[in-house]
């Protein structure tokens, strides 16, 4: 079943750090380039990192860029998103979605709850 | 950045109706653009690409049209299934969506 599955959400402090998965299954995960995207409570989707196929090449939204690292194991199918000094304004459901060749993205998680809150 | 503003926000309609949903660029982005459908506690699923292409298995009455700074998302007899709310999504410089139109029941 070609599938993405999140994991790693939950409660955090400001300023703590939180690192979210995404297992892949179903396709050749190391041909795939990965995103993350958020959304927060009651509001639009947030495009945050983007991963190549091979890892070598890492884009970020400005509103993360120097605080969260993407990277994958194309050995685990798994990607990451490593989420630093945290703060209330990254509380989202993020979601992990799969870059088509023609990169729109054909596939999505079901998504994992991040809250920072004191 | 590429900036994507839809338009309406809500969107009221009863089931049969036909309805559209524009989105605007702030700057061309040929036919690079994307519409999502996403139901409350759910990920967000594709229905078109490249502004006009339908994505596999996606029901016909959704067809979409446009280039450069101005797109429709038009839905043909509007079915109980279709209410949600809905994206546009720009791909030609990373990725930006629209603020998202609510399909409601009227």
């Known amino acids: 079943q070609v599938q993405l599955v999140e994991s790693g959400g939950g409660v955090v402090q400001p300023g703590r750090s939180l690192r979210l998965s995404c297992a892949a299954s179903?396709?050749?995960?190391?041909?795939?380039?990965m995103n993350w995207v958020r959304q927060a409570p009651g509001k639009g989707l947030e495009w945050v990192a983007v991963i190549s196929f091979d890892g070598s090449h890492q884009y970020y939204a400005d509103s993360v860029k120097g605080r969260f690292i993407i990277s994958r194991d194309n050995s685990k199918s798994t990607v990451h998103l490593h989420l630093n000094s945290l703060r209330a304004e990254d509380t989202a459901v993020y979601y992990c979605?799969?870059?088509?060749?023609?990169?729109?993205?054909?596939?999505w998680g079901q998504g994992t709850l991040v809250t920072v809150s004191s | 950045d590429i900036q994507m503003t839809q338009s309406p926000s809500t969107l009221s309609a009863s089931v049969g109706d036909t309805v559209t949903i524009t989105c605007r660029a702030s700057?061309?982005?040929?036919?690079?653009l994307a519409w999502y459908q996403q139901k409350p506690g759910k990920s967000p699923k594709l229905l078109i690409y490249?502004?006009?292409v339908l994505e596999n298995g996606v029901p016909s009455r959704f067809s979409g049209s446009g280039s450069g700074t101005e797109f429709t998302l038009t839905i043909s007899s509007l079915q109980p299934d279709d209410f949600a709310t809905y994206y546009c999504?720009?791909?030609?410089?990373?990725?930006?969506f629209g603020q998202g139109t609510k399909v409601e029941m009227k």
């Open positions: 999504q720009q791909y030609t410089r990373y990725w930006t």
């Open positions: 700057q061309s982005i040929n036919i690079w």
């Open positions: 979605a799969r870059k088509h060749f023609d990169d729109y993205f054909d596939l």
């Open positions: 179903g396709f050749i995960f190391s041909n795939a380039p």
């Open positions: 490249k502004a006009s």
